[in-house]
């Protein structure tokens, strides 16, 4: 049913699934990139703090049954069909409701972490904020809001305060709210009017890695409740730094869900070492603008000797296809030779051949759908089981 803004559905089918969402506290968290890295990384510090956690997020790379994590492994595709089958019965009983498929996985979530006794719930927005479906969380006790940056326009707003305003509506009165400081004033005057006396600024961090980044907002979320040991080692399939590093042959391999402006500037100023580029991206609303920082990057230096143009498989929006990316990419000014293959897994063999051929690293960016149709290829390949692949911490 594609996008539906507002919680009529979800109020309306949780309180026919008997409010399982009340059920567990939450920590609920927003933004425009990072906020994922941020939930998974909330979850794994809770484990390591002995609580049962529950991880709702999206999207998922290969299987839909990821977006639901307890203790960091994804619920089995068992569960995951029975506790839909009860979505379902809800969503017919008369009046009959239509929930989206955003809206479906976030209550099956609900029922998953309240069948399960879950003590803390780690809850990430779709896309949005106030209006998103995962706004009614009354029993959150903590918000949090990562970056704010140009993205779902169509949706949020056109400008950065709107889409902050539409971010920070995950705010309760007299529930904390930690944020990342924001450059534009305009966009902290949104926050800090909606937030008031519960906000928390935090700088926003000049160094490190996009992952590392996020530490200093899992440690006051820490901090604030209680939680004295630090998370362990976090993985992030498809997302955290070393996974899928060695997924070619005397190649280092690195995966990047960027996929906005903002996300693909911050991961490609992190390369250092000449690498092949393997860019797939989703339909985008301006696609010249989330190009910009691509290009920008390309024109400077040796970094990115090659490039490989594929078309993701999935994914809630169209690929764009090589044959435009490449237009666009040249009428843009890029100059590297350019290789172009459609199907992402022979895509990413030629691309993992070039980098062996110019000794060059391996960078595969562009949308995070791209990163799960090589996982799932790569665990095929390999005889890997999937949901091994796929645990969190």
Same mark, same amino acid.
């Given at each position: 049913?594609?996008?539906?803004?507002?919680?009529?559905?979800?109020?309306?089918?949780?309180?026919?699934?008997?409010?399982?969402?009340?059920?567990?506290?939450?920590?609920?968290?927003?933004?425009?990139?990072?906020?994922?890295?941020?939930?998974?990384?909330?979850?794994?510090?809770?484990?390591?703090?002995?609580?049962?956690?529950?991880?709702?997020?999206?999207?998922?790379?290969?299987?839909?049954?990821?977006?639901?994590?307890?203790?960091?492994?994804?619920?089995?595709?068992?569960?995951?069909?029975? =506790?839909?089958?009860?979505?379902?019965? %809800?969503?017919?009983?008369? /009046?009959?409701?239509? &929930?989206? @498929?955003? !809206?479906?996985?976030?209550?099956?979530?609900?029922?998953?972490?309240?069948?399960?006794?879950?003590?803390?719930?780690?809850?990430?927005?779709?896309?949005?904020?106030?209006?998103?479906?995962?706004?009614?969380?009354?029993?959150?006790?903590?918000?949090?809001?990562?970056?704010?940056?140009?993205?779902?326009?169509?949706?949020?707003?056109?400008?950065?305060?709107?889409?902050?305003?539409?971010?920070?509506?995950?705010?309760?009165?007299?529930?904390?709210?930690?944020?990342?400081?924001?450059?534009?004033?305009?966009?902290?005057?949104?926050?800090?009017?909606?937030?008031?006396?519960?906000?928390?600024?935090?700088?926003?961090?000049?160094?490190?890695?996009?992952?590392?980044?996020?530490?200093?907002?899992?440690?006051?979320?820490?901090?604030? =409740?209680?939680?004295?040991?630090?998370? %362990?080692?976090?993985?992030? /399939?498809?997302?955290? &730094?070393? @996974?899928? !590093?060695?997924?070619?042959?005397?190649?280092?391999?690195?995966?990047?869900?960027?996929?906005?402006?903002?996300?693909?500037?911050?991961?490609?100023?992190?390369?250092?070492?000449?690498?092949?580029?393997?860019?797939?991206?989703?339909?985008?609303?301006?696609?010249?603008?989330?190009?910009?920082?691509?290009?920008?990057?390309?024109?400077?230096?040796?970094?990115?000797?090659?490039?490989?143009?594929?078309?993701?498989?999935?994914?809630?929006?169209?690929?764009?296809?090589?044959?435009?990316?490449?237009?666009?990419?040249?009428?843009?000014?890029?100059?590297?030779?350019?290789?172009?293959?459609?199907?992402?897994?022979?895509?990413?063999?030629?691309?993992?051949?070039?980098?062996?051929?110019?000794?060059?690293?391996?960078?595969?960016?562009?949308?995070?759908?791209?990163?799960?149709?090589?996982?799932?290829?790569?665990?095929?390949?390999?005889?890997?089981?999937?949901?091994d692949e796929l645990m969190a911490h």
């Amino acid at each position: 049913m594609g996008v539906k803004l507002g919680v009529e559905n979800c109020v309306k089918l949780l309180s026919r699934l008997g409010n399982p969402h009340l059920d567990f506290p939450s920590i609920h968290v927003a933004g425009s990139n990072g906020k994922g890295s941020v939930c998974v990384q909330l979850s794994a510090a809770a484990y390591a703090n002995g609580c049962k956690v529950g991880l709702f997020t999206s999207p998922h790379l290969v299987t839909v049954e990821e977006r639901i994590r307890i203790d960091g492994r994804p619920i089995s595709p068992e569960v995951f069909d029975r =506790l839909l089958g009860s979505v379902m019965q %809800a969503a017919r009983t008369e /009046p009959e409701c239509t &929930p989206t @498929y955003f !809206e479906t996985t976030f209550l099956v979530a609900m029922l998953a972490f309240s069948e399960a006794g879950i003590g803390r719930g780690i809850i990430e927005t779709g896309l949005g904020g106030e209006f998103d479906a995962t706004n009614v969380l009354t029993k959150a006790d903590l918000c949090i809001l990562t970056t704010i940056s140009k993205e779902h326009s169509e949706f949020l707003g056109d400008t950065l305060p709107e889409i902050a305003a539409a971010k920070v509506g995950i705010h309760q009165p007299g529930v904390p709210l930690i944020a990342l400081q924001h450059d534009d004033s305009h966009v902290r005057e949104v926050i800090e009017h909606k937030a008031g006396h519960d906000l928390f600024w935090l700088p926003r961090p000049t160094t490190g890695s996009t992952w590392s980044s996020h530490s200093a907002v899992v440690a006051a979320a820490g901090s604030h =409740l209680g939680w004295q040991a630090r998370a %362990a080692d976090c993985v992030w /399939p498809g997302r955290s &730094p070393g @996974y899928g !590093e060695e997924w070619v042959d005397g190649v280092t391999t690195r995966l990047s869900a960027a996929h906005n402006a903002e996300s693909l500037a911050n991961d490609l100023a992190e390369v250092t070492s000449p690498s092949v580029v393997l860019l797939g991206m989703s339909r985008k609303a301006d696609l010249k603008a989330t190009l910009e920082p691509v290009v920008s990057a390309f024109s400077e230096g040796d970094r990115f000797p090659r490039v490989v143009l594929t078309e993701p498989k999935s994914g809630r929006n169209p690929a764009v296809s090589v044959d435009e990316l490449s237009e666009v990419m040249r009428s843009m000014g890029v100059r590297q030779p350019t290789t172009i293959e459609k199907a992402p897994e022979r895509a990413f063999e030629m691309a993992g051949g070039l980098a062996r051929e110019i000794d060059a690293e391996l960078l595969v960016i562009g949308s995070v759908y791209l990163v799960g149709d090589l996982l799932e290829y790569v665990v095929e390949r390999n005889g890997l089981e999937l949901w091994d692949e796929l645990m969190a911490h």
